[in-house]
T-cell receptor
Framework: DQQVKQNSPSLSVQEGRISILNCDYTNSMFDYFLWYKKYPAEGPTFLISISSIKDKNEDGRFTVFLNKSAKHLSLHIVPSQPGDSAVYFC????????????FGTGTKLQVIP | AAGVIQSPRHLIKEKRETATLKCYPIPRHDTVYWYQQGPGQDPQFLISFYEKMQSDKGSIPDRFSAQQFSDYHSELNMSSLELGDSALYFCATTGGNTEAFFGQGTRLTVV
């Protein structure tokens, strides 16, 4: 049962354009959402997060949008840079000291110079 | 700033051997999670510990066990290794915050 889904396994974007990565979840108990960036053979690197009490969080070129009614979130990268090329994992958890993070299947982003 | 440390970074074992992976959390983090990522797969949750007690269990085989020690570091013990155990193993830690920070992972290759 995949509780966090990323339906696009890959995405190619021209440098300077906007990258939009999408994520859907099914567990209504999730109240905290995270995006991780991962290079091959490295651990996931935390990128940005959003609490369910917000619908938008921005950090530099990265913005995450949350639509709770649709159980959907997205990560926008503007402008996209070649160094952004990596696999991006959407993740979700229930707030609490020991609640695990549940990952999506990942979207491979390629930014073309 | 100190990050999550995993050791070793790479490990090669033969079938039926035993492996021990270690995870050292960020200072003051009391929760450790273990994940396994096979080739072309998303990270799968194995097991977690909170304040040295097992807090959640995922798809961890019976051949694997783990524990968290008094200094909050954790060890994942894997016995009777199989070829299918070859994967990247990540640990992540939290300290009551909602973000989980990951180590660089241990690449286990079973031959």
């Amino acid at each position: 049962d995949q509780q966090v889904k990323q339906n696009s396994p890959s995405l190619s974007v021209q440098e300077g354009r906007i990258s939009i990565l999408n994520c859907d979840y099914t567990n209504s108990m999730f109240d905290y959402f995270l995006w991780y960036k991962k290079y091959p053979a490295e651990g996931p690197t935390f990128l940005i997060s959003i609490s369910s009490i917000k619908d938008k969080n921005e950090d530099g070129r990265f913005t995450v949008f949350l639509n709770k009614s649709a159980k959907h979130l997205s990560l926008h990268i503007v402008p996209s840079q070649p160094g952004d090329s990596a696999v991006y994992f959407c993740a979700a958890r229930v707030s609490g000291g020991y609640q695990k993070v549940t990952f999506g299947t990942g979207t491979k982003l390629q930014v073309i110079p | 700033a100190a990050g999550v440390i995993q050791s070793p970074r790479h490990l090669i074992k033969e079938k039926r051997e035993t492996a021990t992976l270690k995870c050292y959390p960020i200072p003051r983090h009391d929760t450790v999670y273990w994940y396994q990522q096979g080739p072309g797969q998303d990270p799968q949750f194995l097991i977690s510990f909170y304040e040295k007690m097992q807090s959640d269990k995922g798809s961890i085989p019976d051949r694997f066990s783990a524990q968290q020690f008094s200094d909050y570091h954790s060890e994942l013990n894997m016995s009777s290794l199989e070829l299918g155990d070859s994967a990247l193993y990540f640990c992540a830690t939290t300290g009551g915050n909602t973000e989980a920070f990951f180590g660089q992972g241990t690449r286990l290759t079973v031959v």
